[in-house]
Nanobody
Framework: KVQLVESRGGSVQAGGSLRLSCLGS????????MGWYRQAPGNECDLVST???????YYAHSVKGRFTIYKDNAKNTMYLQMNSLKPEDTAVYYC??????????????????WGQGTQVTVSS
């Protein structure tokens, strides 16, 4: 059974940092492409960053240069290091085995496997 379990998010002030983690099981983690998404109230499920099985990465324009995605295959864990956080980064963050833009509805209701979601709040 595929499972994705995210770490607890948190609340920080603007300019601060947070690191999210996503523990995967039930699939070939090292060879799998994975992604981070986020969803703010009333917004779409937005693609934040992806990492392929060979380590290639993608970042949305809004987070490029501030966020870093990486995997520790020995621990079956994917991370999202978030620096220089802004209030507009406030959202529920999800990890997934999906790596393409999603349209319509809640992230976790989309096709594929999704973590439970974790709240990140950035105050100004």
């Amino acid at each position: 059974k595929v499972q994705l379990v995210e770490s607890r998010g948190g609340s920080v002030q603007a300019g601060g940092s947070l690191r999210l983690s996503c523990l995967g099981s039930g699939f070939p983690f090292a060879d799998s492409a994975m992604g981070w998404y986020r969803q703010a109230p009333g917004n779409e499920c937005d693609l934040v960053s992806t990492i392929s099985g060979d380590g290639s990465t993608y970042y949305a324009h809004s987070v490029k240069g501030r966020f870093t995605i990486y995997k520790d295959n020995a621990k079956n864990t994917m991370y999202l290091q978030m620096n220089s956080l802004k209030p507009e980064d406030t959202a529920v963050y999800y990890c997934s085995d999906q790596v393409t833009p999603q349209y319509g509805g809640v992230c976790s209701a989309q096709f594929g496997y999704w973590g439970q979601g974790t709240q990140v709040t950035v105050s100004s």
